[in-house]
């Protein structure tokens, strides 16, 4: 069983009920090898640490920036996507202490996981809003989420890859990127696309994904970092 004190240590956070958090930790998967498990899984908690967390973010956009509608809600996105709170995730050590399956334990490295930590992450903040109320939740969402804001408008991170990577290439170079698939893998409903970013007749970064948009946007990822932009 997990020590929930180095948990605890881990969000800075000392919970008066530690099931409350114990339970933002159980994955759906470790329930069903383990039905007599006296605690639910994480899905109610992740629920409400959604909405407290899109709360949080959104009233301190709303209080701090005159900007139109639109680019706040494009800037709350980029802080509440799944990526940025899986990474939160990971980075505070949490991962090991995860109660899952022994094949979701196995599977450290795909999308799926990253899927797990990011809701891992919304039931830790619906468990600390009802163990320790509105004010300990939004100190936490700020040390850990809005924190993330400065590097975000700073490097444009709001604006889809695809999209930044078009505007720079052809800002610095006059040329408008391409794609193409370099290889389909997988049955059809398992596919795996990877594509290849061009500019001009150079290819200049790879990407894998489920779907065609996906592989596209990480090697406008990938060629983003390759070409230092």
């Keep these: 069983m997990p020590d929930i004190d180095a948990v605890e240590q881990a969000l800075g956070v000392t919970f008066q009920n530690k099931d409350t958090l114990r339970q933002a930790l159980v994955h759906r998967s470790y329930l069903n090898e383990h039905p007599d498990f006296p605690l639910g899984h ?6 409400l640490g959604d909405a407290v967390l899109e709360l949080v973010v959104t009233e301190y956009l709303f209080q701090n920036f005159e900007n ?5 809600t494009n800037w709350r996105a980029s802080l509440v996507n799944a990526d940025i709170l899986a990474g939160i995730c990971s980075d505070m050590g949490v991962e090991p202490f995860l109660y899952l399956s022994r094949g979701e334990a196995k599977d ?3 999308k799926a996981r990253r899927y797990i930590l990011a809701n891992a992450y919304e039931a830790i903040i619906g468990a600390i809003y009802l163990d320790q109320g509105w004010e300990a939740s939004k100190t936490f969402i700020m040390k850990f989420v809005v924190s993330k804001l400065p590097n975000i408008l700073e490097h444009r991170l709001y604006i889809d890859p695809k999209s930044r990577f078009q505007e720079a290439a052809q800002e610095k170079m006059g040329v408008t990127p391409t794609y193409k698939v370099l290889s389909e893998e997988g049955p059809d409903h398992a596919k795996l696309f990877k594509i290849g970013a061009y500019l001009g007749k150079e290819l200049v970064a790879t990407g894998e994904g489920t779907s065609k948009h996906e592989a596209q946007v990480a090697a406008a990822e990938a060629a983003i970092t390759q070409m230092h932009w």
Excluded at 42 to 47: A, Q, T
Excluded at 68 to 72: A, D, K, S
């Design 42 to 47: 994480n899905e109610r908690l992740e629920f």
């Design 108 to 110: 450290s490295d795909s």
């Design 68 to 72: 139109p509608e639109g680019e706040l």
